[in-house]
């Protein structure tokens, strides 16, 4: 990358990706070292200020993502894909984690920008075309199935995604090697159930770190708005306190400055769903939940004597797991099997998104 980003612009695409929305960039157009992406970045969402009034940020965490894609062609990939949360209220860039709704978009980001070119590009009779993606954060992969109609990438469809207005064309995400992949093992502890301040949790990453614990432990019932939870000062210090807690011994070290591990607090479900969650992430309650913190908490759902397991009600092992979330449900296909010494295997782990691209063209960073 070259040239005087301020005056000259740079070329982005800002896109929802199921129920985040963040600019996506190729990785030709953004500078190599860390510190001067981070510093670019910050200046394009208008970080830091609450509200990231000077630049393309939304002033919510899952408004204020990027997404930086770039051909592959490793270990079988088409892609890879890292993703930076970038704080709104901090100079802050976090790469320590992924972000499965932002990874709806990048297969079609790439198709836009001909990344991929989508006139040779295989696909099936019905125009479904699967695309590996490498998951530079944490390593692994997934593969976004989506569909093209000739050269075009398709948004219209009627997918529905709970927290998103409309119907959307679905977008298939399938991972591959995700679990410890932050951690090092589902289980970092190879426990279940761990105590930490009194309160038992499971300690799981399947894509993403996640604290699992009962609402009724922490004195909420597991229904409430995020606004309300949000304003519970008591509750959110000991979130906090779990959190830092639970940092160390999941194997992420000092989390003080980090967006992981994220917070689910479980509840019985109250609709249709297997059990009912309240996320921090970590500390803005979610208007729903995260992609691959809903898989972490749907297979901790799946581990019998776990805090979701307690509260959930009872599914087959073929079902999806639906996640009850503040704005709707989440559909998790999540298959867990245990080895001979009775260890916990995640088999399979697959959702549906949409993504729809809002505006291509060139933003102009801070100077």
């Known amino acids: 990358m070259s040239g005087n980003s301020a005056v000259d612009g740079v070329a982005v695409m800002l896109m929802r990706g199921g129920t985040s929305k963040g600019l996506v960039l190729d990785g030709a157009d953004?500078?190599?070292?860390?510190?001067?992406?981070?510093?670019?970045?910050?200046?394009?969402?208008?970080?830091?200020?609450?509200?990231?009034?000077?630049?393309?940020?939304?002033?919510?965490?899952?408004?204020?993502?990027?997404?930086?894609?770039?051909?592959?062609?490793?270990?079988?990939?088409?892609?890879d894909y890292l993703f930076l949360q970038v704080s709104v209220d901090e100079a802050l860039v976090s790469d320590r984690q992924n972000c499965g709704n932002m990874l709806a978009a990048v297969a079609p980001f790439a198709f836009e920008r001909r990344l991929l070119d989508p006139s040779t590009f295989p696909r099936s009779h019905d125009g479904l075309a699967r695309v590996g993606i490498r998951l530079r954060n944490t390593g692994g992969t997934a593969t976004a199935t989506v569909r093209l109609d000739g050269d075009r990438v398709v948004y219209?469809?009627?997918?529905?995604?709970?927290?998103?207005?409309?119907?959307?064309?679905?977008i298939r995400l399938d991972f591959d090697d995700v679990a410890g992949s932050s951690c090092g093992a589902l289980l970092p502890t190879g426990n279940v159930v761990d105590t930490i301040d009194g309160i038992e949790v499971t300690l799981i990453d399947n894509g993403m770190p996640v604290v699992v614990m009962r609402a009724d432990a922490m004195g909420v019932v597991g229904t409430e708005s995020p606004v309300e939870l949000e304003t519970d000062t008591g509750l959110r210090h000991r979130l906090e306190s779990i959190r830092l807690a639970a940092?160390?011994?999941?194997?992420?070290?000092?989390?003080?400055?980090?967006?992981?591990?994220?917070?689910?607090?479980?509840?019985?479900?109250t609709g249709s769903g297997a059990l009912s969650t309240r996320t921090f992430?970590?500390?803005?309650c979610h208007q729903a939940i995260g992609v691959l913190g809903a898989v972490s908490v749907a297979t901790a759902a799946r581990l019998p004597g776990s805090p979701a397991a307690q509260v959930a009600r009872s599914t087959d092992p073929g079902d999806t797991v639906l996640l009850e979330h503040p704005t709707g449900g989440f559909e998790a296909a999540i298959t867990v099997s245990f080895d001979e010494d009775g260890r916990p295997v995640a088999e399979r782990s697959g959702i549906i998104r949409t993504a729809r691209k809002l505006m291509d063209g060139v933003a102009f960073p801070r100077p």
């Open 30 to 79: 953004v500078p190599a070292d860390p510190d001067e992406r981070d510093d670019l970045l910050l200046r394009l969402m208008g970080s830091p200020d609450e509200r990231q009034i000077d630049g393309l940020g939304g002033a919510h965490p899952l408004t204020s993502k990027v997404a930086i894609v770039s051909v592959d062609g490793t270990d079988g990939a088409d892609l």
């Open 156 to 170: 219209d469809g009627d997918a529905v995604v709970a927290g998103v207005p409309g119907a959307g064309a679905p």
């Open 247 to 269: 940092g160390p011994i999941m194997g992420l070290g000092d989390v003080a400055e980090a967006t992981v591990p994220k917070l689910t607090m479980v509840s019985p479900p």
């Open 281 to 284: 992430i970590p500390h803005r």
